[in-house]
């Protein structure tokens, strides 16, 4: 197994033999167990001493079903603390094929003019992979949905792409590494962070990964990997939100909007307001029926990497049946829908097509298009506007540049109090004054205001089941803790985080989960193992933050909703500090 | 006794119990009950079996889950709020984790497997 260490300072690379302490870390276990490890926790994100580190997860590139995430991994020029942002895309598995564990960027050209590129092939002779540079300079400046056909064209379809955009050029805190999908969009997006800015940051452009002749993902204990991944495939196959045709697959996350309207928890204008008088015209059924109308045909979702079982990624189409936009996630059709009061699908699908295009995050740039509609700048609900602002920050106009820097820097630029960030970072679509336990979460995450932090996994194994009253706040912080050392772990696995869905409930899931890690790594780990290494790997980052500066008192959600009463049910968040801070305290 | 008009929303699948023109994915009817009518009777006047609805709110609190229905003696009131989703809706726990819920609903959550902590609770 390998470690690939590029160094753009000189443009040289080594390959190495993983090192041994590392050997059976994989995904976000290994990124934030390496920047950790190798970045000054006080230097500059977008200075030459930060890393870039690309790692697959423990089974990503095996059979294991719902698997081909990546990791991507860095401090993170939004949060100034440690990231881990992950995506599902064939690169993923064409990374772990090559037996690569870790794919670390160094140093940072002083010539900022040129850009390069990396193309990572399997060498046969050598038995190793290896990595060739290319000037890429041609391509920055561009649209990504222009870009990738020209990529392909030039390199072969047979490559998958990893790379930034026009915000990650700008060194935008908002920016996201992009990745291909299974139909060789610019789509796949690791992107909180502004992870894409770290990597614009040292000019390389792409990284090109041809896996032709790779030997394939080692595997120690062939049947008892065999054994864990049909238990796994049985649960997902099985459960309601994850199967065939299932929730996911059928109206895909955008199957939120709805419940969070009704429920009172989608944050509308700003976070104003929890419902959304358009919700019903965006949400995911609309979706779904809209396609159905407009296409003359049911359209069910599709995989964005290989070997998913649930394939909840979606498309919209126009009236006249041409693709806008894939995928229009839950996240993204709130934060450029109801958080900025527009309605109108075909714009929103445009928004989310611009962000993918441009390589900006979309709930960054949601949640700043409507803080800057709160100062003014355009008016709540004006989705043209909306669009031209998404198109300031890809040409990187001086407004588009203060959009860039995300949330936290525009709603401070443009005198905006009403600004939802923790650690500098925007949060997602659901309101911490209506659903509390998720408010925690997002206070206390080492990675800034974060849904995907703290999945519901296996309570009866994490050991929280019955023992305190999961509706108090005590409860609440408790869950949180347990919740956020598994996604810890299945954020490592390679999994997509949508498989906590199926073993949450299906027992036999888990340990399905359990015994394709040890299957692949000849290990020899229990379930409470399992959540020992999850708690270690927040251990890692919550020190690497507390070395940045970030410590507790940055675990708090915005002042404004511990005091401002949220319609409808007008509520505060009124979870206690001392609730907060036992989340990390008492881990 | 007066009559109570529900606001009633019937999300995906279910349109077809009430949808108008022009709702695409969604119906949203006003439905005439009696006073003191319950759930159950609202489902009856929507000609709606029980078991094809699954995630159910009434004024934005939660009363229903797939598998766990304990909401249909609920007394309704006139201006509530009901939406009733199908049963490919789905509402992970980590993003409903301290919601307002009916008082028959937080009972049964409280009394069910884990004290609720599933995504899905059908049998």
Redesign the interface.
């Known amino acids: 197994m390998w470690f690939i260490r590029i160094n753009m300072s000189d443009r040289t690379y080594r390959v190495e033999p993983a090192p041994e302490t590392y050997k059976n870390f994989g995904g976000r276990g290994m990124t934030s167990s390496v920047v950790a490890d190798e970045v000054p926790p006080l230097s500059h994100p977008l200075g030459p001493n930060n890393k870039l580190v690309f790692s697959p997860g423990i089974v990503t590139g095996t059979a294991a079903p719902t698997s081909a995430r990546v990791s991507v991994g860095g401090k993170s020029p939004l949060t100034g603390g440690i990231k881990e942002a992950n995506a599902g895309t064939s690169w993923a598995r064409d990374l772990a094929v090559m037996q690569v564990k870790a794919l670390v960027v160094e140093g940072q050209p002083k010539d900022q003019s040129k850009s390069w590129g990396v193309k990572v092939t399997w060498d046969a002779a050598a038995g190793k992979p290896k990595v060739e540079f290319f000037d890429a300079t041609q391509f920055e400046d561009q649209d990504l949905y222009q870009v990738f056909p020209q990529v392909y064209k030039q390199f072969g379809d047979q490559i998958s792409i990893a790379g930034y955009g026009n915000a990650g050029q700008r060194n935008y805190a908002n920016s996201g590494v992009v990745f291909n999908d299974e139909s060789k969009r610019p789509s796949r997006y690791a992107g909180r962070g502004g992870l894409g800015a770290v990597m614009g940051s040292k000019r390389l452009k792409f990284i090109l990964i041809d896996d032709k002749g790779a030997p394939g993902v080692p595997v120690a204990d062939k049947a008892l990997f065999e054994q864990g991944r049909k238990k796994m495939t049985d649960a997902l196959m099985k459960h309601d939100i994850t199967k065939p045709k299932g929730a996911l697959n059928s109206y895909g996350t955008a199957v939120l909007i709805n419940i969070m309207n009704e429920a009172g928890g989608l944050p509308t204008r700003n976070f104003t307001a929890g419902r959304f008088e358009g919700a019903a015209k965006i949400a995911g059924e609309a979706i779904f029926e809209g396609n159905k109308q407009r296409l003359g045909k049911e359209l069910y979702n599709h995989a964005c990497s290989p070997g998913c079982i649930i394939q909840c990624s979606n498309t919209w189409h126009a009236a006249d049946g041409k693709e806008i936009a894939s995928c229009v996630e839950y996240e993204s059709d709130w934060a450029l829908g109801a958080n900025c009061g527009i309605d109108n699908l075909d714009d929103i699908a445009e928004m989310v097509r611009l962000c993918n295009a441009y390589g900006l995050d979309t709930i960054e740039a949601g949640a700043t298009i409507a803080v800057a509609m709160q100062a003014g700048v355009i008016p709540f609900g004006d989705s043209k506007g909306a669009i031209n602002l998404l198109h300031e920050m890809g040409k990187g106009t001086p407004m588009g540049r203060i959009l860039g820097s995300g949330t936290a820097t525009a709603g401070k630029v443009l005198g905006v109090t009403h600004v939802p960030t923790v650690k500098g970072q925007a949060m997602p679509a659901y309101e911490p004054r209506a659903v509390k336990g998720i408010g925690i979460t997002y206070a206390t995450t080492t990675m800034g205001a974060d849904h995907t932090a703290g999945y519901t996994i296996a309570p009866e194994i994490l050991g929280v089941s019955g023992k305190q009253d999961p509706l108090s706040p005590e409860g609440k912080a408790a869950l949180s803790r347990a919740f956020q050392a598994t996604t810890a772990f299945v954020d490592s696995s390679g999994h997509c985080l949508f498989i906590a869905f199926a073993i949450l409930d299906i027992a036999s899931g888990f340990e399905g989960m359990v015994e394709e890690a040890n299957g692949v790594l000849g290990t020899h780990w229990s379930n409470d193992d399992v959540v020992a290494l999850g708690a270690s790997i927040l251990k890692k980052e919550r020190a690497f933050n507390e070395a940045a500066g970030i410590g507790k008192a940055a675990d708090r959600v915005p002042e404004f909703m511990k005091t401002e009463p949220l319609p409808p049910h007008n509520q505060v968040f009124d979870v206690p500090d001392s609730a907060l801070d036992s989340v990390f305290g008492e881990l | 006794m007066s009559d109570i008009v529900v606001d009633t929303?019937l999300?995906?699948e279910l349109a077809r119990y009430g949808g108008q023109a022009g709702?695409?994915?969604?119906g949203?009817v006003q439905i005439h009950l009696k006073a003191g009518a319950t759930l159950a009777d609202l489902l009856a006047n929507l000609s709606m079996p029980t078991e094809v609805r699954g995630?159910t709110?009434i004024n934005?609190q939660?009363s229903a889950m797939?598998g766990l229905q304990p909401d249909l003696v609920h007394v309704l009131h006139d201006l509530d709020r009901v939406?009733f989703?199908d049963?490919?809706?789905?509402?992970?726990?980590?993003?409903?984790?301290?919601?307002?819920m009916v008082g028959e609903m937080a009972d049964a959550m409280v009394a069910s497997k884990?004290?609720?902590?599933?995504?899905?609770y059908?049998k």
């Not at chain 2, 884990?114 to 899905?120: A, K, N, S, Y």
């Open positions: 929303w999300y995906g709702q695409v994915g969604y949203n995630i709110f934005g939660l797939p939406a989703f049963p490919h809706s789905m509402w992970p726990f980590q993003y409903r984790h301290g919601v307002a884990d004290q609720g902590l599933h995504h899905t059908n």
